[in-house]
């Protein structure tokens, strides 16, 4: 049975994994890797960040290797699983994908950081890209519940300020809105409009309630 979960609910599991064996060894690999994490903000675990954005792809129709990437996109760069670990576990297609979703850690300045991710993602792909735009589709998701708590202050829990998501996010845009094809782009049109009632509920310092995909087993 579905049911609609809230952004924060704790432990959600992806039901329409069963029976697809590369989703369900992606999805074991992502909950072993991420198992101790949790959000910065609310302290529920980290695993249902790629649990949503495999769902977002899912929900999307897009192709099992493109969901096995949502699930292991912060793999590499947020535990210490490396790309060859992935490669060995998932096969070459996922790991070059997840390999081009991973920021470069030695580059300490955050908007440095920003900027080279963006420059390398603009050639990597539509299958990347619809990965980048369902992973950024996630987090707006729950910066936004996040922002109806504590408004402004949610800038603490980050290395950059709200006014440098903003501008982040306005450039991640533009880069999804560049790509050929831009328009059949999964996502991009919700992105677009979370991002703007975000920027709605900052100026106004309100904000909706943004639910989850109702895409899970209760």
């Given amino acids: 049975m579905n049911a609609s979960v809230n952004a ?3 432990s959600l599991y992806p039901y329409f994994i069963d029976g697809r064996p590369l989703l ?12 101790h994490m949790r959000r910065k903000v609310d302290g ?13 792809l899912w929900r999307c129709g897009l192709d099992d290797t493109v969901i096995a990437a949502g699930f292991l996109h912060d793999i590499v760069e947020d535990t210490p699983t490396t790309i060859e670990e992935v490669r060995s576990c ?16 030695d580059i300490p300045d955050y908007e440095q950081r920003k900027a080279e991710h963006l ?10 890209l619809a990965i980048f735009c369902a992973d950024k589709l996630v987090n ?15 800038g603490l829990h980050f290395n950059g300020s709200l006014d440098q998501k903003e501008a982040h996010t306005r450039e991640q845009i533009k880069l999804l809105l560049a790509v ?3 328009s059949s782009l999964p996502l991009l049109g919700e992105l677009i409009d979370l991002n703007a009632a975000f920027r709605r509920a900052r100026q106004a ?8 995909d109702p895409v899970f087993a209760p």
């Fill in 90 to 105: 998932v096969g070459e297609d996922v790991a070059t994908l997840v390999a081009a979703l991973t920021e470069v850690k």
């Fill in 44 to 56: 529920n675990p980290f695993i249902n960040h790629p649990v949503r954005v495999a769902a977002a």
């Fill in 180 to 182: 050929d094809g831009a």
């Fill in 140 to 154: 707006l998701q729950d910066l936004l519940q996040d922002y109806e708590v504590e408004g402004e202050n949610m």
């Fill in 8 to 10: 924060s609910t704790p």
């Fill in 24 to 35: 369900e060894v992606a999805y074991a690999m992502s909950l072993a890797a991420h198992a």
């Fill in 119 to 128: 420059q390398r993602l603009a050639s990597s792909g539509a299958r990347a």
């Fill in 205 to 212: 310092n309100t904000s909706p309630r943004v639910l989850a």
